[in-house]
């Protein structure tokens, strides 16, 4: 590993020889005159390499045969030595660690380099069991104490040869890793597979992994405690075992692989699986993974197709249905505003609980279950799912957020109906923040509608009541700080619903002010502080709001514990009450002066090392968008997809969907929006051939200095491969108005090829209908087109024809195809009144004709549409409609 020294040189690593410590003291701690230190650095890469020499380090004769981690390829043997001594350090100093460390060290010494990884690869699967089985035993805290006394007793105080200095080395790096983690030999079995996964070259056999190893460590898998652990142990070693494409798991296991895939993003190789087997295998469980995989890749129109294909195979079972699967569904359809869906599913769950009632568990468990047989496994795979009173409380949730009142009053009716929840009361209104009402009356009055309620609802909403008061006594709801952040009703609760968790947690600190020493009180988390800020900034007091942010600052420099540090959150704030500011008509600043603001902010964030997030470059963009500074806006999109591909952290295992997702729904929205005004403030010329621009004639006159003077900076990336981007690798659902968004900009953009893959896209993957707004819109944009490019092509072949005389003739051509039932003029289509006629189903059949119309009519000769086909494949969307809007576009041509 000397090479590897030389190379970090440059860092100034300072290796101090320890006194009677086991580990490397804080490298930013200041020496004292009786510290020995030994500097790794040198002139040049020659004099290092002589320094670490006399320390006892031996180089390697090639670089490659280190991997990234320094475990896939073990280092050749002069090295076995020091690799053998770096996992000592990680031994645990249990009897049975020891000797599974003797027996890797005899097995080292007597097998070629090529088959050591295997040997490795045993041991960590041994110390990793050994691992799980004494958390079961242990606590985390027992486990460290246990390690560490193991630890003290290998201490040598005396270190006055390298050899021991080497293996303080050593253990420094053990400890760097070691701290708050249990499952060290767990981790590095999962980095050792993770790199096998990532090598193209690896295939399993006898020499490097055997199929019996990683159907060990797969069946080890399943017993790690910790999920994201579980699934990432279970995704590699299946993806190895079936990397072979000889081996195929039975369904069970099988579904432990699916689930992990969808854990880690892997929609398509999941579906892939779900699907080889699912004409096959007809188990009703099988089917609810399916399900599972269409909600988690946003694919809901595949989700309601095969959840009409289950209930017509399984009639007997019906309503019966995953409680997850039904809560999952709920939240995607009431995402994009299908009531209908959201409606439908609710339901059923509502079905469900007057067969079943509610189970009295608040969260569900699940564990681990063998099976003797198949038969076994699909009886109990399949059985009923009682839901729980979580469940119930978690759905009034998700209507509560959307603010459908209408639905909470009966799903609040429905479960005060229930036997036997009473004693659920407390959860129901601490969950529901219901307890941030200011009297209980509101929620009395939104329960008790016209229908009569029956005599148990109103004893039961009397005993919620009775709870509702004994929760809000706590706190004293006379003073006039605590009531003026009370909500007058639900509604209102639903309207600020990320609000009231701040209000939530203000609240209860003003509770254990009354039961706890202020002393020990937590101390206040930057959301408190947002807030804060917000309203001072609201009233203009500049100078709190500075002091309060160095404050916050210097505990970021300091990396203090005792105040929260600033973070991108903060200075979004201020970002956002500038841009308020700059789109005011009473401006309290210069515009100048808001932007010299603008620009601090971003300065004291570069010198203190600040982490951008989403939501300040959102912000940030929001701001430079209100100012017509797009050329400030397109250096931004830029660095956040650099050339073509989104900064992102390399760890492809993140524990969730929210963790894996860089690039977040707003700051996406604000992009887009960019793009829109940037399209939108200039006029675009046809060409025939790309229909790329020619010129750029801008409405506004300052920003015509700016895109056709200074803006270079517009991202070489297509707007194809932003939609992709958003849709597959940021797995975004968009709503209706983010994909009118979407559309608008591509019509601006004139990219008529490409729009018919994106309608596709929201009305066949995402389920989304085309609003009547929508599709009047597209048809203007439609007819815009057509008039400028009838225009273009008209003084192309005449070049004295006038402008306007031009526009005339090509408004004449318009209105004559529309006379002979080509294209719609939208107008027309609102003055008849013959909107009302047209359905869901019928819009999209009649853009999709308008649309490749105008492409038609644009290239006559181009009768396979080969750019749009080339887009549906781009986007992966299924053009199963477009060979008929094609062969009928072509006939009638």
Not at 172 to 198: P, R, S, V, W
Not at 344 to 356: A, C, P, Y
Not at 515 to 522: F, I, M, R, T, Y
Not at 601 to 608: A, G, K, P, Q, V
Request: hydrophobic fraction near 35%.
């Amino acid at each position: 590993m000397l090479r590897r020294c030389a190379r970090r040189a440059v860092g100034f690593r300072w290796y101090r020889r320890p006194a009677f410590k086991s580990h490397i003291p804080d490298l930013s701690a200041s020496k004292t005159n009786n510290e020995q230190e030994i500097l790794l650095v040198g002139k040049d890469q020659k004099e290092v390499e002589s320094n670490l020499a006399k320390l006892g380090f031996e180089p390697l004769a090639e670089d490659k045969d280190i991997s990234p981690i320094g475990l896939n390829n073990i280092a050749k043997n002069n090295s076995d030595s020091l690799f053998l001594k770096y996992l000592k350090h990680f031994n645990t100093g249990f009897k049975q660690s020891n000797r599974n460390f003797n027996i890797l060290t005899n097995e080292f010494n007597a097998n070629p380099q090529n088959d050591k990884l295997p040997l490795l690869l045993t041991y960590f699967l041994k110390e990793a069991n050994l691992e799980i089985r004494r958390l079961k035993n242990f606590t985390p805290e027992q486990i460290n104490n246990l390690i560490e006394t193991n630890s003290r007793q290998l201490v040598d105080n005396s270190i006055d040869s390298t050899d021991n200095l080497e293996q303080y080395i050593l253990n420094d790096i053990a400890n760097e890793n070691n701290k708050e983690n249990y499952l060290i030999h767990t981790n590095f079995l999962l980095k050792l597979l993770t790199n096998l996964i990532n090598d193209p070259e690896f295939k399993p056999s006898p020499s490097t992994v055997s199929m019996e190893q990683l159907v060990d460590i797969f069946e080890f898998s399943k017993l790690i405690p910790f999920q994201q652990k579980r699934q990432q142990g279970i995704m590699c070693s299946a993806n190895l075992i079936y990397g072979t494409g000889k081996v195929k798991m039975d369904p069970v296991n099988e579904s432990f692989y699916i689930n992990s895939l969808v854990a880690f993003g892997n929609y398509k190789d999941a579906l892939k699986l779900f699907n080889a087997r699912k004409d096959t295998f007809i188990e009703k469980w099988w089917y609810t993974i399916g399900l599972n995989i269409l909600l988690a890749s946003n694919n809901l129109r595949g989700f309601k197709r095969l959840l009409n294909e289950m209930d017509q195979l399984f009639p007997e079972s019906y309503p019966y249905l995953s409680t997850k699967v039904i809560k999952f569904g709920i939240k995607k359809f009431l995402k994009i505003d299908n009531l209908t869906m959201s409606k439908e599913l609710t339901e059923r769950f509502l079905e469900i609980v007057k067969l079943t009632s509610l189970s009295s568990n608040t969260y569900s468990k699940s564990k681990l279950q063998m099976f003797q047989d198949d038969d076994e496994a699909n009886q109990y795979l399949n059985q009923i799912e009682t839901p729980t009173q979580s469940d119930f409380i978690a759905i009034i949730n998700y209507y509560i957020y959307k603010g459908n009142m209408p639905m909470v009053s009966k799903l609040f009716q429905t479960y005060l109906d229930l036997p036997g929840i009473n004693e659920n009361y407390p959860d129901l209104i601490l969950r529901t923040n219901i307890n941030l009402l200011k009297d209980f009356n509101s929620l009395k009055a939104l329960i008790n509608t016209d229908k009569q309620c029956s005599t148990s609802t109103i004893e039961n909403m009397r005993l919620l009541e009775n709870e509702f008061n004994n929760i809000v006594s706590h706190y004293d709801t006379n003073d006039h700080v605590i009531n003026g952040l009370l909500f007058d009703n639900i509604r209102d609760l639903s309207t600020n619903y990320k609000l009231s968790a701040s209000i939530r947690n203000f609240i209860n600190e003003q509770i254990s002010e009354n039961d706890k020493d202020s002393s020990k009180l937590p101390v206040r988390n930057t959301k408190e502080y947002n807030i804060l800020l917000s309203n001072l900034l609201q009233s203009g007091k500049y100078e709190q709001c500075e002091e309060i942010l160095k404050k916050l600052e210097n505990s970021y420099r300091d990396q203090s514990e005792t105040v929260p540090q600033v973070n991108a959150h903060i200075y979004s704030i201020f970002i956002n009450h500038y841009h308020n500011l700059s789109v005011t008509k009473q401006k309290r600043f210069p515009l100048t002066e808001l932007d010299a603001r603008v620009q601090s902010i971003l300065t004291r964030m570069n010198d203190l090392n600040v982490p951008y997030n989403s939501v300040f470059i959102a912000t940030l963009l929001k701001y430079y968008r209100a100012r017509k500074n797009l050329k400030s806006c397109f250096k931004i999109i830029k660095a956040v997809f650099y050339n073509g591909s989104p900064v992102r952290n390399d760890d492809i295992f993140k524990p969730n969907l929210f963790h894996r997702r860089e690039i977040n729904e707003a700051l996406y929205y604000e992009v887009w929006k960019t793009y829109y005004n940037y399209y939108n403030n200039e006029s675009r010329p046809i060409n025939l051939k790309s229909g790329i621009t020619l010129n750029q004639k801008l409405k506004n006159s300052f920003l015509r200095k700016q895109v056709n003077g200074e803006i270079t900076m517009v991202p070489n990336f297509t707007l194809e491969w932003l939609l992709k981007n958003m849709i597959a690798k940021d797995n975004l659902l968009l709503n209706s108005d983010l994909y009118h968004l979407v559309i608008a900009v591509f019509i601006k953009s004139n990219n008529w090829s490409s729009l018919p893959a994106v309608i596709c896209l929201m009305t066949n993957t995402h389920s989304l209908n085309i609003s009547i707004d929508t599709f009047l819109y597209i048809l203007s944009g439609l007819k815009n087109y057509y008039i400028k490019f009838e225009m273009w092509k008209l003084r192309t072949n005449n070049k004295d024809m006038t402008i306007g005389a031009a526009q005339r003739a090509a408004i004449k051509s318009f209105k004559r195809q529309c006379e002979l039932n080509v294209f719609m003029d939208p107008k027309q289509l609102k003055r008849l009144g013959t909107l009302k006629d047209f359905t869901s189903e019928n819009i999209v059949n009649t853009l999709l004709v308008q649309i490749f119309r105008l492409i038609k009519y644009q290239n006559p000769y181009d009768v396979n549409f080969g750019n749009v086909i080339e887009n549906f494949t781009f986007l992966e969307v299924d053009p199963e409609q477009i060979a008929k809007i094609i062969n009928h576009v072509n006939s009638n041509a």
